[in-house]
């Protein structure tokens, strides 16, 4: 639900004096807000136990008591209405110690003038609104957690109970890799059961991350991590509501605010859950870092460029292909627009170069920025980013160009693919 549908438009408005308050609320009501006017102080505080206010505003000189004696009733009985006082006499240090304790939330110097109330009224109503639907993200956050804690419960029974097996079959050191490759299928078995498309997408991940596990410019380390990573990936979303995921996987671009804030947790669940699994703080580290984008753009930390762990690098390039649900030609050319923005260049051109996912001339084969080496002779030139050629075609490479390259790629990042005569 958008803030914009929260607002609530019940004012109430203290003062003792007649014709201020009917001027005061034929100002609002033309503005379409339903004004509740007293002119005792009692009388308004009774009225706040049955209807809920998104502003209050008073005078400060009344007889039953003082307007900040007033609003800081108002604080206990309504804490998320804003709190508005007018007054002509008040000392600026009292109006700014009441502001510091949070009493009140402006103040309005008589005589006020429309312009004024009606923008200070505005700037209230919308702060209440803020703080309503705060409470509301953080209630539902806490049921999440609640599901999330329910699931974490459930996946930490299944493993109890498959290292139970696996102990009984005596078989110490090749147990404990078993076991490991179990909890992985339990996992997916999990991810499976909870929505098959889910299922379908993790098995198609897991296929591309295993080709691109197997490069040499991989550490043995990465590899394991990338391998791992990809059957766990989509752990996280199973403490999400069905009707929630339903909606991402079908239509996402129709999910509100607090929808996507709530979606935008799951790789946080993830990396939760893998811990589960075993001792897996670089794929927990992945898993968390899998929607993070080359321009700093993803979600849930914000990370860019070279920030991003390496196995999150290509696993994220893995999930965009899988998951952008297009024909095989389109998704390669969605791919190749991303690179820079969605995903790291580099990534993508191993992406390209161990998916065997297009055909290349027999003379060509394509390579990675790290794979560039002396004596390699280029089958398509090198263009910067914005199209200036860098390097011409058929040009030979040398350890200075090859040099040259990845400073600029280090300053501006080259997003072609990089092709080289065999």
Known sequence: ????????RDLLVLDDDPVVLHAMKETLEREQYQVHAFSKASDALEAMESTRFATIISDQRMPEMTGLEFLDKCKTIQPNASR???TGVL???????AVNRGEIFRFLAKPWIREEVLATVDNAVRRFALVEANERLSADTLELNEKLVSSNAQLEEKIHELEEKTSALGETNQSLEANFEHSLQICFRLIEAFHPLLGDQTKAVAAICKEIAQSDLLTPKEQDVLRVSSWLYNLGRIGLPRDLLAKSLNDPQSLNEQETTLLHHYPVYGQ??????G???????AIRSHRERFDGHGFPDGFSRETIPVPARHLAVAVGFVECALP?????????RESGKSFHP????LFMKRSNLTNLPKKVRELTLAELEPGMVLAKGIYSPSGLLLIPEERRLTRGIIKKIKEHDFANPLTQR????R
């Open 346 to 349: 580099e990534a993508v051109r």
């Open 328 to 336: 095989k030609d389109q998704a390669l050319e969605y791919i190749i």
């Open 272 to 277: 939760t859950l893998a811990g589960f699994v």
């Open 91 to 97: 000392t600026l240090n009292t109006v700014i110690e």
């Open 418 to 421: 990089l092709m080289v005569f």
């Open 1 to 8: 639900m958008r803030v914009s549908e929260l607002k609530s």
């Open 279 to 285: 001792t897996l703080e670089e794929v927990g580290h």
């Open 84 to 86: 508005i006082l007018i």
